[in-house]
């Protein structure tokens, strides 16, 4: 569940501009409506049809956790990565049964196990209705005023394709305004867990080994997708290819890119990276404190936090590379080169100067305002019980509003995905809460002080201690069943709670509801205005010839498998099961390096000089997980989870010498499924047998 | 040979100044009568007795070749590097015979082949001179006549030392001045090769993985040392410890580290960083080209050019990482920093103020000076033939003039040594020094036009390809027999002399000695004694609490097995053998990871969890290869053979975080031997069995 208060951290990060700078290389993360052919045709003498375009486009999800997947079969089975399923093995985890430690595979289909709160999409169609918003905007001359008109157009828009075609309907912005889409979906919410390995081999080499390659880990899972109790039929699925691909084999990403940030201006690189990111470091850094002593109070409380923690290793470090990304002169140098020449082609027209040449300060304008209040970041509570509370109090508000009207969220085609959400029967674990809690607090305390209206509303006097306890131990929204009977009671209910989380969201919510006004006034409309205005400028400059800024949606990249430069020598374009004996045995199987017992001990069934990880020029970012890797002929060779550490700038430049996206191949997931976990029902439904 | 041209460039890289900056870590060069016994002790807990420094001592060598290596039995079996035995190997192959491709092993003794030109020298004692050399020096003004004083002093000491002992004598420059000492060797000249694995095994990963880490190169090879037709009987040696080393443990590293500039002062750095380095990369690089053009031709050529395109691909890899640190930010502040504070503490003494802050200037002036000529350096022609006619021709013009007075090389003690070389038999071929000559000649011509003095007595009028061809087909210095007549007919043979290249460095000696005197006036007298007097200033601001800078005689070190930050991630202590075969199998087996057959094919013998290579914290540079890693029981536990891609900084300053010296491990050679050598006698011999 977003926050209200990461609400801005998305719209920042998702800020676009529309750039027509000739891209070089393997670069892109195009659209379906715009693939890159002129660059396939010219560097690797191939055309994607119209029919390969939709074939892999139907065969490819989207996983609300915030990753991609495959269809690999006629029946629904689906592919992604371990680290994606992950929380949901977990919250299928018990004391007894660790499904995230020991992996699962269920031989049969009445075996597969649930998902409680996972949803997927598959994008059935796109439709562009940039005209449509541009005509309601036209004559809209104020920026706040822009903004809620907007607003209200998309969500008519979604509500009434979603009431037509009973799909997910999601108006996506592109290109910062320069156009608008809108994605039908199909969507799927019963999942069932198919097979994954051990937490110890998806992730081998762990927090050291994320975000680098060479690299030796096996990180897949596999889900089947039901629908009324029956697996789905899916006549658009990758076909399995064992073999895999080979070194300088042209290779395709279909994926969800979640956010790159290569179109921001200057000033609003600046903001991020000295504002923004320092303080999102440190409050993960300050959380992972928090849930590491935690752990170590207790081998249960290590397994319930073992999710989030990994999260955010993961998150520190691919932002801490991007910090290091935007502290390089070399990089940053760049953007400011590209906007110096974008600025002196808008200057070289005196229609586009006087137009669009106002939008860069105006957008540093916003982002000083922003700045004034960069710590308010800090008034986050890290509690998903207390979140669920503000949420609760929101909906029950909202929902009686016009649905143009309503804060962002809950828009009528927005309700059912939060609705599964809210009233998720994933297990909440009451003492993390309140170390979680408590740990904010005094972050929160630290940063903004005693007299901050909100850190004073919460505190009410207490303790951070004291607060977090008294508030975690009286509150029983942690029972789905109460939160139903909340959100069914409407707003009386919601009044008359004693809960104390509802109490204090009651008193929280003016406030909450004044920042995000005074966001949207000061900083949020100005920018979107200016960044529209921006967006038509590159148009208009560079042509249509380029791709978007990532939008965590439907994306296509292509490149090959190829090695590339690394610590003085060459990084090789594939890695085999040697790799992964070898770098276990020269730590001395010891921390993040230790082998499942399963490896250990079965390494003379195992071929291993076949591949178990290889590297792709393709251009991906976060979202891209779970992603399959497509050879020419449509099939699956392998299986995104990472990228290597020079990609961690990819948010800002992709530079094709040295950014590689990692992927598990084909060749090792079937010689691990064949020879060390047996799963012979699982592979011949792979193989088609 | 070194040229006269190359001297400059030996004197400016062993400039030292003696450094009493506190050493952090493990860092340091230790001379063996100033040995880290503080550090030893607070550290590592470690006291190194006299007996055991004096029995690893004697116990290494030093290869004339350039590196080091130790005796590891009774009977004067010698193990050093593989890459350090090349060159003998390659003297010794034939168009039949490539024991560089193919390896070595004598099974028995008479079968052990005889070496060309191979020296070996052990440190019998060492004896501090500095009363005498600074006594002499005390009253003299003029820095000229200084370096001349100085030169004739020291050739006396080493010419008196000589008669009395019989031993190779050296007086040793430390701390630039600050101290000299008198080193005695014990000398040998017989060596044969025992043992050497296939050059693929040696330098597995070629090019590429040179100067980095993760490795898995067996470069190591076994000689014996004979005298009088007989092995010599070594009380000292190394025991063989077959299980070597683990992470974490102390280990020492004791050889000869060639040349650091640790000490140089930033007008040094700015002159070797901005004019020298980049003419020597040109030069370098230039001839790799021409090198590997006559590679192409033929493979016979391939294999004559063999070595030495593997010492400069060597060299330009380790000079352009030296080229890459000097041009970091970090890097250089550091020297700047260290450079302020030294001053700071020399201004606050008036009397300190006065003798010796005018040091840094005079160093600078000298630097300026120097430069005005930095393309003097293209003077070189590249030529083995040509090298020896110049040495010819001045050695029978130097033997003739009182020891003192002779130019360097060519005094008294180190005749032996020149004569060596002088006359050695190893094969030189007509058809690489006429490419090679003529592409120096083509460089030189675009560095100095046509009109520079040494290029228009060289070229004659003749194009570069013409004035090679002529001269190295009209010369007859390619037979040892005939040098050696020449020389022994002195003045008259060489003056009557006809062959053309003897003409040549006639015509040229005169231009080359006036080059010689002006660097000696201009330059190196001027920073000789002002870095004397910087050398005093640093051993009264700090005190001899430090080593001085290296200058390729014996040095103990010491530090631990440890892996470190690499690549985003860790990289381990020690690799595998596991790793070998990944690396390979991940290429596909081509190029520079190609495996030998007799890894390929006895894969299944090997326990491919036995150590391969490790890396230690040890502070080392090039000179080091060869040299043993000792444990603290003084057992042989590995072989130093490389250090990693942040080494390369180490010529400026030693990073403990990150510099790491390259060794293959103990368990590894022995494993190697034993399965795939199936080299019995040799490791009973090393066993002591």
Known sequence: MKSLFCFRTVVLASLLLASGVATHADEGMWTFDNPPVKQLESRYHFTPTQEWLDHVRLSCVRLNDGGSGSFVSPDGLLLTNHHVARGQLQKNSTKEHDYVRDGFYAATRDQEMKSPDLEVDVLESMENVTAQVQAALKDVKDPQQELTVRRALIAK????????????????????????????YKKYTDLRIVFAPEQQIAFFGGDPDNFTYPRYDLDMAFFRVYENGKPIHTPNYLKWNPNGAVDQDLV?????????????????????????????????RHRREVLKAYSAQDPEQARQAGSLIFGLENSIKALDGEYKALNQPSIFDKKEAEEAEFRKLVAANPEWEQKYAPAWDQIAAAEREAATRKNYFFHRLD???????????QYVAEVKKPDGERLPGYHEAQLDSLRLRLFSPAPIYPAMEKAQMEGALELGLAKL????????????????HEAA???????????????KKLVEGGEQAVAESTDPLIVLARKLDPTLRAYQKWNEDHVESVIDRAGEALGKARFLAYGK??????????????GKVDGYPMN??????????????????????????????????GRSKLDLSTPLDFVTTNDIIGGNSGSPVIDRKGELVGLIFDGNIESLAGSYVYDGATNRAVAVHSAGMTEALRKLYNAGSLLRELLGQ
């Open 252 to 284: 395709f990403v279909v994926g969800n890119p979640g956010s790159t940030q290569r179109l921001d201006t200057v000033a609003q690189l600046l903001n991020w990276r000295d504002d923004m990111l320092p303080n999102i470091l440190t409050w993960l």
């Open 568 to 601: 003085g020598t060459i990084a090789p374009p594939k890695t085999t099961f040697f790799g992964l004996y070898d770098r276990a045995a020269s730590f001395d199987y010891k921390g993040p390096f230790v082998l499942p017992a399963r490896y250990a001990d």
């Open 449 to 464: 002080g005693k007299d901050d209206e909100i850190i004073k509303t919460v505190l009410d006097g207490r303790t951070p």
């Open 383 to 393: 509690s998903t019980l207390e979140q669920l509370a503000v949420t609760i109090v």
């Open 157 to 184: 828009i979604e509500r009434e394709s979603l009431e037509k075609t009973g799909l997910r309907s999601d108006v996506v912005t592109l290109y910062q305004g320069g156009e608008y889409w809108l994605y039908r």
């Open 469 to 483: 306890e008294q508030l975690i131990d009286g509150t029983k929204l942690a029972d789905p069943a109460v939160r």
């Open 545 to 558: 010839s380029s791709y978007p800024d990532a939008t965590f949606t439907l994306r296509l990249s292509y």
